[in-house]
């Protein structure tokens, strides 16, 4: 699959999108001096911000998108300790890490008691794993763009939908009792609503067409990728009627846990 990941696009809503990110930072516990790294780590900019934020000596950013890294490169160059490598999470591994921080990006990887369990032993005792992944997949802008997806002119170019970010995602009670098992000793798991104002519902398009419609952007190719917009535009409309402004109610989930 070619890289469909466009910064441009997904940095459109950049204040909407680094609430969370404010949100799970403000989760950890700095680590003066330390290594941390993050994972699915997209254009860098929130990583300096938290490579500063945590004191860490070293940070490391890993991403599988060439295109989201080509732009992280020039934090490389401004701030010392960042460097950026490509890499794909689900093979990731590593040791002497004092924080692992993935922001939106877990969701991407199936299997997250694997996923959690493989992350948690490159861990020693005292560090710290936090992540957050959106949980918004029964929101009509997801159920809607998949119901497109589904339709035979698409169905036949997408054929098996290798990404599904909303069978990986788990509800937060569980990502407590997986954190519990894996010898968290202190954690937090929590559901929380971010409240966006859009423009528009074709705002929501925007957004959307920025993270979650990248795989079927990679499979459809730019043509049929703008013929499924299309699509999916005029369903959305009609199912969440014109409404301007349109208030986008995102379900995210944050988990942090330090470990024994
Ligand atoms: C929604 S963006 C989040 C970027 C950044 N963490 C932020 O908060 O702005 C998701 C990022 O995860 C990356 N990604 C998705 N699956 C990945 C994988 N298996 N391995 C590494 N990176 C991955 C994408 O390339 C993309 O840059």
């Known amino acids: 699959m070619s890289d469909a990941w466009d910064p441009e696009q997904y940095l459109r809503f950049a204040a909407e999108r680094r609430q969370p990110f404010d949100?799970?930072?403000?989760?950890?516990?700095?680590?003066p001096g330390g290594r941390v790294v993050d994972l699915g780590c997209g254009t860098g900019?929130?990583?300096?911000?938290?490579?500063r934020s945590m004191g860490a000596a070293e940070t490391l950013g890993v991403d599988r998108s060439e295109a989201m890294l080509a732009e992280a490169a020039r934090f490389a160059k401004e701030v010392p300790g960042l460097r950026f490598e490509l890499g794909d999470i689900s093979e990731w591994r590593a040791s002497g890490i004092d924080l692992i921080f993935a922001n939106a990006s877990?969701?991407?990887?199936?299997?997250h008691e694997t996923l959690l369990a493989r992350l948690r032993f490159s861990l020693a005792p005292g560090d710290q794993l936090a992540f957050q992944v959106p949980a918004t997949f029964g929101h009509p802008s997801h159920v809607t763009a998949a119901a497109v997806a589904?339709?035979?002119?698409?169905a036949a170019g997408l054929g098996e939908q290798g990404d599904d970010p909303g069978a990986a995602v788990l509800s937060p009670a569980?990502?407590?009792e997986l954190l519990h098992s894996l010898g968290a000793v202190q954690q937090t798991a929590r559901l929380q609503v971010y409240g966006h104002v859009l423009p528009s519902v074709e705002s929501v398009v925007e957004w959307v067409r920025g993270s979650f419609l990248t795989p079927i952007r990679a499979r459809l190719g730019e043509e049929r990728f703008e013929a499924y917009l299309e699509r999916y535009r005029e369903r959305l409309l009609s199912e969440l009627g014109q409404q301007r402004p349109y208030f986008y109610a995102f379900r995210r989930i944050l988990g942090w846990a330090r470990f024994s």
Do not use: K
Not at 45 to 51: G, I, M, Q, V
Not at 106 to 111: I, K, N, S
């Open 106 to 111: 877990l969701h991407w990887v199936p299997g």
């Open 150 to 154: 589904a339709e035979p002119q698409f």
């Open 45 to 51: 900019e929130l990583t300096a911000e938290l490579h």
């Open 23 to 31: 949100d799970l930072r403000s989760m950890c516990m700095p680590v």
């Open 174 to 176: 569980r990502y407590a």
